[in-house]
């Protein structure tokens, strides 16, 4: 049993069939885990903004947000943070994701913009696309959890 409960929720699925199983003892002990930076965060941003938001990339070229690492994350634009810890409410990250105005889903566009900017127009062929809700929601609660270097 201690063991079960030191799983916690990292699969959410198991734990929910096995606190059925133990009649709901199991329930209030499993609050959700706490997000993580290196496992949950950034393997979504490598994967859908790395390609433009990283050293040479067009996104990173115009607005200086780089998705290379935590320090990089938090420092946000070149005019200020995307990231209020503890507030996905006041975190401007998390208004651009939600409400999907951004360049990246404006494909003629961002190519013009990287012929501007010397780049050659890979984004196509990328593994880049629009996050899932659930993705979002991920990283909202990530930054509602204190945006951590966890
Ligand atoms: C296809 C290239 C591309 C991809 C992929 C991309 N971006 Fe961008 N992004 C841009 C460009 C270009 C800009 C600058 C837009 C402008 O200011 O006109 C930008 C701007 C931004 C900004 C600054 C917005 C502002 O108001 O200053 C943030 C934050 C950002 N992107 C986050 C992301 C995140 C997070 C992802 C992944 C989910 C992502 N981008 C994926 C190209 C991209």
């Given at each position: 049993m201690s063991m079960r409960y030191e799983e916690g929720t990292v699969f959410a699925n198991k734990s929910i069939a096995v606190a059925t199983i133990s009649f709901g003892v199991l329930v209030s002990a499993c609050g959700p885990r706490p997000v993580s930076f290196?496992?949950?965060?950034q393997p979504i941003l490598q994967h859908n903004c790395a390609v433009c938001?990283?050293?040479?990339?067009v996104g990173y070229k115009v607005?200086?947000?780089?998705?290379?690492?935590y320090t990089t994350v938090m420092k946000g634009t070149k005019f200020g943070p995307m990231v209020i810890p503890g507030s996905s409410l006041q975190s401007n990250l998390v208004w651009l994701l939600k409400h999907g105005?951004?360049?990246?889903?404006d494909m003629p566009k961002i190519c013009a913009q990287m012929a501007d900017h010397g780049?050659?127009?890979a984004v196509a062929s990328s593994s880049a696309r629009r996050l899932p809700q659930r993705e979002v929601t991920l990283i909202a609660a990530w930054i509602d959890q204190g945006a951590r270097n966890n």
């Amino acid at each position: 049993m201690s063991m079960r409960y030191e799983e916690g929720t990292v699969f959410a699925n198991k734990s929910i069939a096995v606190a059925t199983i133990s009649f709901g003892v199991l329930v209030s002990a499993c609050g959700p885990r706490p997000v993580s930076f290196r496992e949950d965060v950034q393997p979504i941003l490598q994967h859908n903004c790395a390609v433009c938001h990283s050293n040479g990339g067009v996104g990173y070229k115009v607005s200086g947000f780089s998705v290379v690492s935590y320090t990089t994350v938090m420092k946000g634009t070149k005019f200020g943070p995307m990231v209020i810890p503890g507030s996905s409410l006041q975190s401007n990250l998390v208004w651009l994701l939600k409400h999907g105005a951004h360049p990246s889903i404006d494909m003629p566009k961002i190519c013009a913009q990287m012929a501007d900017h010397g780049g050659v127009c890979a984004v196509a062929s990328s593994s880049a696309r629009r996050l899932p809700q659930r993705e979002v929601t991920l990283i909202a609660a990530w930054i509602d959890q204190g945006a951590r270097n966890n």
